[in-house]
């Protein structure tokens, strides 16, 4: 991942009209004027088509890349003293520390009547790895195959500063071996003095205003909280659609204390 884009580069993407930027409202903003101070900002990059293929189907989407302006801005700022100072084998610092969210469009966006959503926070162990410890891989895979499915099309919005409900990927680390010593999910997060969940979904509010405006759509969740945060933010309009997939004896626990906590799962989800 790196996060940088030569200015030369910047401009030209910026007057083809595939680097744009949106305000918290999701309306598009001169992508050249600093943002009022304390209002947020997200650069869009995109479209950008990518076929996929997971498990034995393939699947036609355009991915863009969001970032928020103010880490985007930081970074510029960084790369340009870099760049005076010859230091541009130092440029790969910059890349970790940005978190670059990603959509994946099915079908027109302008066409879209109630299409199907999907939220999903990033998880390396169960996304990338596989892990059974969650049912975040499952749940990708779902999604890609329900939404392309869906005739009323729909996105998906992967969160990639989202790691373990938004601590981190170290941190998160250090849960699973305070799990392994009995504690569950959520008593693991408040051992290390971390809230049970600190994701935050702004951005993602500002995305689905920017792509389906006040229209309404479905969201692939268990989650109520993530329903509330995102009404918090003003999207009014969705109906919750349940998400339940990946299933299994290594996860049984973590599902039980999502339930407990709030999830709406029931006896018959969990097996
Ligand atoms: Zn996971």
């Known amino acids: 991942m790196f996060t940088y884009i030569d200015p030369t580069v ?5 007057e083809q009209g595939k680097l744009i930027r949106i305000d918290a409202d999701g309306q598009r903003i001169d992508p050249h004027s ?33 970032v928020r302006h103010t880490e985007l801005s930081k970074a510029t700022e960084l790369a340009d003293e870099l760049r005076e100072q010859h230091g541009q084998q130092s440029f790969a610092l910059l890349a970790d520390s940005m978190a670059v969210n990603s959509v994946l469009i099915f079908g027109r966006p302008d066409r879209w009547d109630n299409p199907l959503v999907r939220v999903h926070s990033s998880c390396l162990t169960g996304d990338v790895f596989g892990s059974e410890r969650c049912e975040c891989g499952p749940q990708f895979i779902s999604a890609l195959e329900r939404i392309d499915a869906d005739s009323a099309g729909g996105m998906i919005i992967y969160m990639s500063g989202h790691e373990g409900r938004g601590i981190g990927l170290w941190a998160k680390a250090a849960t699973y071996l305070l799990q392994d010593g009995g504690e569950n999910t959520y008593q693991a997060n408040r051992s290390m003095g971390l809230a049970d969940d600190s994701r935050d979904f702004s951005d993602a509010a ?60 029931d006896d018959a989800d969990i097996g």
């Open 206 to 265: 500002s995305l689905i205003k920017y792509f389906l405006g006040d229209r309404p759509f479905r969201l692939l969740t268990n989650n109520p909280k993530k329903v509330d945060d995102l009404i918090a933010m003003g999207v009014k309009e969705i109906t919750r659609v349940k998400h339940v997939c990946g299933v299994g004896a290594a996860n049984k626990r973590y599902l039980e204390a999502k339930r407990d906590w709030g999830h709406k799962l």
């Open 10 to 14: 910047r401009e030209r993407l910026a």
């Open 34 to 66: 600093a943002p009022e101070p304390g209002a947020r900002a997200i650069s869009i990059l995109g479209p950008i088509p990518l076929p996929l293929e997971r498990h034995g189907r393939r699947y036609n989407v355009l991915w863009y890349a969001s």
